[in-house]
């Protein structure tokens, strides 16, 4: 399933990234602590984080995640945004809290461990 | 952690100078001061900010007026009460250590302040700004935020083991011993080469300006 499916199926509002909705997403992984994404997140993995700061970008890239999903409604911060429709890197936004877009996301079949 | 404990353990271990920074606030800088006065003992207050990525800054003021409005700004942005069956007393004491008052804050907790806000702010105070622990894997800007952010004007990092994180080449590492208990204070420490132990001076080291720096 791609993302813009899955934002499409969830409610999710796109901040940025327009553009590269296409993405397969292949798996999900969810933690506020970006040194924790840089050493455990997957290529193509959707991530699901409160962290809005301009850091997330990057680690989005280096590891070839397929977006960020910030819950509970939180916003990025504005040089997250900027950097982030800079390099065309997908954010989306739920109101929705981390254990119950997480729950959704499964449901539809967005795994947490890949086999 | 009473005043009189730390000034005699810093002594005891050979150091000039402490920056007494408790997490988000600093009313305890006063009677750390007023201990250390005839002990031959400098003392610099700061404060450990709590920011909303939950990093850990050091704002190190040169004089009470900062410090007070750095207090200030952190106690306008920090919410919440403290539960002391929970995190214990938030003690405020004298120079004989001896309880004056009780802080109700929730200091534990974090500001609402972007990282960038809290830089932006010890620097328009006149303050010094440094990545707090950066090699702990908990509240630190490495922890958190996986790397320093670009363009970020932070004057030096902390390091308080003998681990060193992946830092930018050009940020000043100082050591120092991030104590809570009384038997850390002072396990590590660094050797600046200023005019005197003040806060200014200590801004010039890390910069190494007019001759000031940081020793090896």
Known sequence: ?115 | MSPPGVVRIARERGLDLIVVCDHNSAENVGAATRAARDAGLAVIGGMEICTREEVHVLGIFADDRALGSAQEFVYQNLSGENDPGIFGEQLVVDELGEVVGHNSRLLIGATSLSLRDVVHTIHRLGGIAIAAHVDRPRFSIISQLGFVPQGLQLDAAEVCSDKLPPLPENLTVVRSSDAHRPEEIGCRSTRFLVEEPTAPEIGMALRGAEGRRVLP
């Open chain 1, 1 to 115: 399933m791609n993302l813009s499916e899955i934002a499409h199926k969830l409610g999710l509002e796109v901040r940025a990234g327009g553009g590269a909705l296409a993405a397969e997403v292949l798996g999900g992984y969810a933690s506020d602590l970006l040194s924790d994404v840089i050493a455990h997140g997957q290529e193509g993995d959707l991530w699901v984080t409160l962290q809005a700061h301009e850091n997330t970008v990057p680690v989005a890239i280096l590891k070839k995640l397929a977006g960020i999903v910030l819950i509970n409604g939180r916003e990025p911060d504005a040089e997250t945004l900027q950097k982030a429709k800079a390099d065309d890197v997908p954010i989306l936004v739920s109101a929705l809290p981390a254990f119950e877009l997480i729950g959704r996301l499964y449901a539809l079949g967005v795994p947490g461990m890949r086999t």
